[in-house]
């Protein structure tokens, strides 16, 4: 069986008499690396379906880079600009297209509030954010969704 996400439990010691037998826990699910490299994957072959030369980025949750993937003929702007957005989309937890009347966030810090980027949002759990650069914004987005919608069913019955 192929890991989907991996499950990280952090424990969190608590002074309180009443719990001290139970330790508080937060339970985490994350992608897997194969499965953020679908998502990169499915993107750039959907936007090169569309006759767009693109980047692709996959970001967790924390924002980090989990994949990228680069059609070796879109422009090097495609690189940082496909990272910022996938950061963007996990950070706001929204899609860039909603936060474009956002003039306020122009100045935090790693924001690029350009069109193009998803949360990644499965059966009620968040798992990070994708991003393409390199088409029009619309078709950006509409790639970064069919990113998504290519391991939505893998996410939705991982458990």
């Not at 090169?48 to 970001?59: I, L, W, Y």
């Not at 860039?96 to 509030?113: E, F, K, Q, V």
């Not at 499965?122 to 790639?143: H, I, L, M, N, S």
Request: contains cysteine; glycine residues 6%.
């Amino acid at each position: 069986m192929k890991l989907r996400f991996w499950h990280i439990v952090f424990l969190f010691p608590i002074n309180s008499a009443w719990a001290a037998d139970t330790p508080a826990t937060l339970s985490l699910e994350t992608l897997s690396p194969e499965v953020a490299n679908q998502i990169v994957v499915a993107a750039i072959t959907d936007c090169t379906r569309r006759g767009f030369k693109v980047s692709a980025a996959v970001v967790g949750r924390d924002g980090n880079l989990l994949a990228f993937l680069r059609n070796p003929l879109s422009g090097p702007h495609t690189i940082l600009t496909s990272q910022k957005k996938a950061y963007t989309a996990a950070s706001l937890q929204a899609a860039t297209s909603a936060m474009a009347d956002r003039p306020d966030l122009n100045y935090a810090p790693g924001i690029l509030l350009i069109v193009g980027a998803v949360p990644i949002n499965v059966a009620g759990k968040f798992y990070g954010g994708a991003a393409v650069a390199g088409a029009t914004t619309e078709v950006d987005e509409q790639c970064a969704q069919a990113g998504i919608d290519a391991v939505s069913e893998i996410l939705e019955f991982a458990d």
